[in-house]
C-alpha cells in the first residue's frame, strides 16, 4: 500500500486567498484526520471522520476552516480565506476501526502551509 | 481531560550513550499509549502500542515500557539515525474513534 497521500507536499499563498488540501486515506481504512503541527501548540486535531462523516469538529479553529469527505478515498481540508497565522504542517492520518486493542493512526507527509 | 507531558524537551546523545525519554499522562481510563518517531519534513511514524502496565516492546535500539502513570522510550547504543523527535499519546477507553492525544514531543540528536 502507498500509504496516506497528501497534496500538495507545500503551498505559498497570500493572505486571503483560499487554500485547498487533499488526502487519499489508506485503503479500507474507517478513520480519517486531520492534523496541524506548530512549534508552539505541537499536533493539534482539527476534525474526523467515520465512513466518510464528520464525527468531531471541535478542533476547527474557526468558519474560516472546512473539511469534507466526499468518498472513501478522498478528504479536503480549506481555509477561506487565510490568514498568515494559519501557517503551519497539515497532516492526515487515517487507521481502523480497532476489532480488539487500539486503532493506530498512520499519518502522511504532510503539507507545509505560507500564507504571506 | 487527557494530558501528556513529554521530558525532556531535546536530548544530545554521543552515539553509544543509552538513555530514556519519558512520557507522562493522565488519562480517564487506557485503551492504549502509542509511540511514534517524526523525522524532519515527515509525518509521524508509528512505532509501538502499548496497553497495560508491565509490558514492554522493542524495536532494534527502541525499548518502549508503560506503567500507571509513565511510559519510558529507552534508546539503548543508538546512532546518528536514531535522531529525530520521538512523540507520545495515549488512547482513553471511552475515546469517540480513534482520538489520541499527543505529547509535546522529545527532540533527539545523536551525534557520532
Known amino acids: 500500500d502507498a500509504g496516506v497521500i497528501q497534496s500538495p507536499r507545500h503551498e505559498v499563498t497570500e493572505m486571503g486567498q483560499e487554500v485547498t488540501l487533499r488526502c487519499k486515506p489508506i485503503?479500507?481504512?474507517?478513520?480519517l484526520f486531520w492534523y496541524r503541527q506548530t512549534m508552539m501548540r505541537g499536533l493539534e486535531l482539527l476534525i474526523y471522520?467515520?465512513?466518510?462523516?464528520?464525527?468531531?469538529d471541535s478542533g476547527m479553529p474557526e468558519d474560516r476552516f472546512s473539511a469534507k469527505m466526499p468518498n472513501a478515498s478522498f478528504s479536503t481540508l480549506k481555509i477561506q480565506p487565510s490568514e498568515p497565522r494559519d501557517s503551519a504542517v497539515y497532516f492526515c492520518?487515517?487507521?481502523?476501526?480497532?476489532?480488539?486493542?487500539?486503532?493506530?493512526?498512520?499519518f502522511g507527509p504532510g503539507t507545509r502551509l505560507t500564507v504571506l | 481531560e487527557d494530558q501528556v507531558t513529554q521530558s525532556p524537551e531535546a536530548l544530545r546523545l554521543q552515539e553509544g550513550e543509552s538513555s530514556s525519554l519519558n512520557c507522562s499522562y493522565t488519562?480517564?481510563?487506557?485503551?492504549?499509549l502509542f509511540w511514534y518517531r517524526q523525522d524532519p519534513g515527515k509525518g509521524p511514524e508509528f512505532l509501538f502500542t502499548?496497553?497495560?502496565a508491565g509490558e514492554e516492546k522493542e524495536k532494534e535500539r527502541l525499548k518502549a515500557t508503560l506503567t500507571k502513570k509513565e511510559s519510558f522510550l529507552h534508546i539503548t547504543a543508538p546512532k546518528p539515525e536514531d535522531s529525530a523527535t520521538y512523540l507520545c499519546?495515549?488512547?482513553?477507553?471511552?475515546?469517540?474513534?480513534?482520538?489520541?492525544?499527543f505529547g509535546g514531543g522529545t527532540r533527539v540528536l545523536v551525534k557520532p
Open positions: 488519562v480517564s481510563g487506557l485503551r492504549g
Open positions: 471522520f467515520n465512513n466518510n462523516v464528520p464525527i468531531d
Open positions: 492520518a487515517s487507521s481502523l476501526r480497532p476489532t480488539s486493542g487500539a486503532g493506530e493512526q498512520f
Open positions: 485503503s479500507g481504512h474507517d478513520y
Open positions: 499519546a495515549v488512547q482513553a477507553r471511552k475515546a469517540a474513534g480513534n482520538k489520541l492525544t
Open positions: 502499548l496497553y497495560s
